[in-house]
């Protein structure tokens, strides 16, 4: 299995269980932590990632947005919790989901150019070889 994927597949799999224990917090708020550290990890993965695509030829803007996304996620989920409350806090709440997941679809999309540009790179090298 490739890296790329075992990332995507990692970030699914820690954003889910993230977003398990995120609903438990309506009924147990002493799941925020746990809920917490696994959000933490879906950032760190993001991280890791737009590093990786930061020094991967032509995606260098792509690598900068998701450093500047993985540094936002956990921000903003420290700090959901004060924003806007009362009647409309159900926005920042669907916010904080949508931008959680969002951090899983750019990752995504970070393991499919970053697979895409390897594979070129590979091409040309064998393309070189046999000439
Ligand atoms: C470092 C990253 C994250 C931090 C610091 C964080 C923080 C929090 C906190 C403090 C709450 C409880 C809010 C409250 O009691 O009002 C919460 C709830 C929740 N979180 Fe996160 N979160 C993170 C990542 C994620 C991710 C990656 C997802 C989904 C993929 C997610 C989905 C949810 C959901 C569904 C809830 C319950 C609804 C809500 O209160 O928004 N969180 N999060």
Redesign the pocket.
């Known amino acids: 299995m490739n890296t790329a994927r075992l990332f995507r597949i990692s970030a699914t799999i ?3 269980i ?2 398990a ?3 438990g ?2 009924t147990h ?1 002493n799941f ?1 932590n746990i ?2 550290l ?3 990890i ?2 760190l993965l993001l991280l890791i990632m737009s590093v990786i695509t930061f020094f991967t030829a032509g995606l260098r803007i792509l690598g900068v947005m998701g450093i500047i996304y993985a540094l936002i ?6 700090q ?2 004060v924003i806007l409350v009362g009647d409309l ?1 159900w926005l ?3 916010v ?2 949508a ?3 969002g ?2 679809a750019l990752i995504g999309v970070m393991g499919e150019r970053f697979a895409r540009s390897k594979r070129s790179v590979d091409n040309a090298a064998t393309t070189s070889k046999a000439a």
């Open positions: 820690f954003a889910v993230a977003v224990f995120g609903m917090t309506y708020a925020t809920h917490m696994f959000g933490f879906v950032a996620l956990p921000i903003f989920g420290i959901q919790a806090h920042v709440e669907t904080h989901l931008v959680g997941f951090a899983v």
